[in-house]
C-alpha cells in the first residue's frame, strides 16, 4: 500500500501539517499550499501522529523549507533523531505474515532522514494557539508514541490509530498493543468527534467508529 495521508490546515494565513507522507509527497503539498495561498514558508507546525517512514518521509526537507516547528511525543522522539522507527507487530493474517517474513526488508526500506523536533509531549497538550480549541491527545496502541489532534468536539486526525481500507472495519493491519488501542478508540469516541480523519483512507464516520468499537470489544 503505498498511499499515506498528510493533512493541510490552513488558518490565519498559516498553514498547519498533521503528518507529511511518503517522501514524494511534497509535490503534492506544494500543491495544496498554492491553492490555499500558502507557501512553504507559511507553516508554523508539523503535528506527527507518529514516526514511521510513511508519515514522515520528506520531513527533513519540508522543515528545511519552512522552518517550522515539529510536534512529536515523547515516546518517539528519539526514533525521530535516529531516522528509523521499529515497524509494529502483524494485527491480522496477512500483515502477520508480512512481519514475520518481511521483518529484515522492512527494516531495510523504512529509513529516513533524521529529524529534530522542537515540542515534545506526554499527555494531553493544548495547541489553542495555532487552532481554536485544538489540542493533542495520547491515543497508543499502533506505537507508544501515537497521538491525535483534536479540534473541538468536530474533527480528529488519528493517524494510524484508525485505517480505512478495509471493508467493514477501521482496525490497522500493524499495532503493537491491542488492549491499548482500544482504549485509545474509547477515548477517541469520548472526543465527541463526528469525523476521523486517519493516515490511509477516506475520512471515518462516528457511527464507523463505534460499530468497529463495539465488535473488537465483544470479540
Not at 507553516?43 to 519552512?66: F, Q
Amino acid at each position: 500500500m503505498k498511499t499515506s495521508n498528510s493533512y493541510l490546515i490552513a488558518l490565519g494565513g498559516n498553514g498547519i501539517l498533521v503528518d507529511i507522507g511518503y517522501k514524494s509527497n511534497i509535490k503534492n503539498l506544494k500543491i495544496a499550499l498554492e491553492k490555499n495561498n500558502l507557501t512553504f514558508l507559511d507553516i508554523v507546525l508539523i503535528v506527527l501522529t507518529h514516526t514511521h517512514y510513511d508519515h514522515v518521509g520528506s520531513l527533513d526537507e519540508i522543515k528545511e523549507l519552512s522552518a517550522s516547528k515539529v510536534l512529536v511525543h515523547a515516546a518517539e522522539k528519539e526514533y525521530l533523531e535516529r531516522g528509523r522507527t521499529p515497524s509494529p507487530k502483524g494485527t491480522m493474517w496477512f500483515s502477520k505474515i508480512i512481519f514475520g517474513i518481511g521483518s529484515t526488508l522492512i527494516a531495510s526500506n523504512t529509513r529516513y532522514q533524521p529529524v529534530s523536533s522542537e515540542i515534545v509531549v506526554n499527555g494531553e497538550y493544548n495547541l489553542g494557539m495555532y487552532i481554536p480549541s485544538a489540542k493533542v491527545i495520547p491515543t497508543p496502541g499502533h506505537t507508544d508514541g501515537s497521538i491525535s489532534l483534536v479540534i473541538g468536539n468536530e474533527v480528529a486526525f488519528v493517524g494510524d490509530t484508525l485505517f480505512n481500507f478495509i471493508p467493514g472495519t477501521v482496525f490497522p493491519p500493524f499495532a503493537n498493543n491491542v488492549s491499548e488501542l482500544l482504549k485509545s478508540w474509547g477515548k477517541l469516541i469520548n472526543t465527541g468527534c463526528k469525523t476521523f480523519y486517519p493516515g490511509h483512507g477516506k475520512p471515518i464516520p462516528l457511527q464507523k467508529l463505534k460499530d468497529s468499537y463495539t465488535k473488537k470489544k465483544a470479540a
